[in-house]
């Protein structure tokens, strides 16, 4: 089999029109690429949504390395506030652009083509485990759960396993991710009592009692970090009441805050907390306030050791760079992989994701399938 060129199968990965949840021919073209190279594939769609499993090896060799990407891209805005077609994968000034080139056509076509040339070259003793979903911008309830679920089931495992989400701030290299900092949104709604704003005592203002909830929960120090994770952040995202009227108290108020915690946190422990607080207020002001709350994710750390360690010893042999272990950033799939094994992540830099004529530099690309090569390398020499 050829050699695989990460740039043209990031191009023909850019060029699949998946956005989320759509799979735009993006796994089918993979399955049939891995499936060439000798790797057994098993499409695990679930609810609607496409994910693909490949594994090279025997199925339970006790020694497996995982990678885990997704194909599936955030919606392009305005079509017409891009300057290049954003499917079209053109190459301009050294970058490529389109929807996903950075995240994360580029990671999942540097892995893909690392793990096929790495078994044509040197078939490893042991199993490589591609986990690629088109649910990482969506819900996420159906693409990396489903394939872990499935591979429960059907006992496959991974060691180890390394995300190629976008990793670095600025420069190739310097930072890889062995954490992520748990997420928690919660809604607000309190309830007054609707009336003329010539007659305040009649009514019962919802208005007081939010201002005052938000600059509780806004004002409060969660905490002050911890070995591994910055602190705690809560922000207020938004207060809504849709009052139109100078001279009408509305009934309700609606606000939203969001909340980035640390281990020293709980997604439970914090919901706790925000309706406690919420009672206070009810209790002082005499409204009644719902409170509903979504956890996107746990924190989690991945202890420094023998997988970062492995990491970092091939990005700095191709980059000269020495990469930060870091937990800072969003959420992402790894928050699932962390209940089955091991996980870091490591991929380029992720500056123009999600934005109008997001790029990649192609230069890069090759340097992250180099360095994907590398670890694959080290981590079957051992």
């Not at 062995?178 to 007659?199: D, E, P």
């Not at 995202?237 to 100078?246: E, F, K, R």
Request: glycine letters at 10%.
């Amino acid at each position: 089999m050829p050699h695989i060129d990460p740039v043209e199968l990031t191009a023909a990965l850019v060029r699949c029109p998946s956005i989320t949840p759509e799979e735009g021919g993006a796994l089918a073209l993979l399955q049939e690429l891995l499936e060439h190279a000798g790797f057994a594939c098993t499409r695990v769609d679930r609810g609607g949504i496409s994910n693909l499993f490949a594994r090279w090896g025997d199925m339970g060799h006790p020694r497996s390395f995982g990678f885990n990407g997704h194909t599936d891209v955030v919606p392009l805005g305005d079509p017409k506030d891009w300057t290049k077609p954003p499917f079209g994968a053109e190459i301009d000034g050294g970058f490529m652009y389109g929807r996903g080139s950075t995240d994360m056509k580029s990671g999942v076509a540097a892995f893909v083509a690392a793990a096929v040339d790495f078994v044509q070259n040197t078939p490893p003793d042991g199993s490589i485990i591609l986990a690629i979903t088109g649910d990482e911008e969506g819900d996420a309830t159906d693409g990396t759960v489903a394939l872990l679920d499935w591979m429960k089931a059907q006992g496959e495992k991974m060691s180890v396993c390394l995300v190629g989400e976008p990793t670095c701030p600025d420069h190739m290299g310097e930072m890889i991710k062995i954490g992520r900092r748990g997420s928690l949104s919660a809604w607000f709604t309190v309830t007054g009592k609707q009336g003329h704003s010539a007659y305040p005592h009649r009514a019962l203002n919802p208005m007081p009692a939010m201002a005052r909830l938000m600059d509780v929960l806004s004002s409060h120090e969660l905490d002050q970090g911890t070995e591994h994770f910055d602190a705690s952040t809560l922000a207020v995202v938004t207060i809504d009441t849709g009052n139109g009227a100078t001279n009408v108290i509305p009934a309700q108020s609606r606000a939203c805050v969001n909340i980035r915690f640390n281990d020293a946190h709980s997604g439970a422990a914090l919901s706790d907390w925000l309706r406690a607080e919420a009672a206070k207020v009810d209790e002082a002001f005499g409204t009644k306030t719902q409170v509903e709350i979504k956890i996107s994710g746990e924190s989690f750390l991945t202890p420094p050791g023998a997988l970062s360690e492995l990491v970092s010893a091939a990005v700095e042999a191709e980059t000269g760079v020495t990469p930060a272990l870091s937990t800072s950033g969003g959420t992402s799939d790894a928050r699932f992989v962390k209940d089955h094994c091991p996980v870091v992540e490591f991929g380029l830099v992720g500056k123009t994701m999600h934005e109008v004529d997001e790029r990649v530099s192609v230069e890069q690309i090759g340097q992250l399938k180099a360095i994907y090569t590398r670890i694959l390398t080290e981590y079957f020499r051992a």
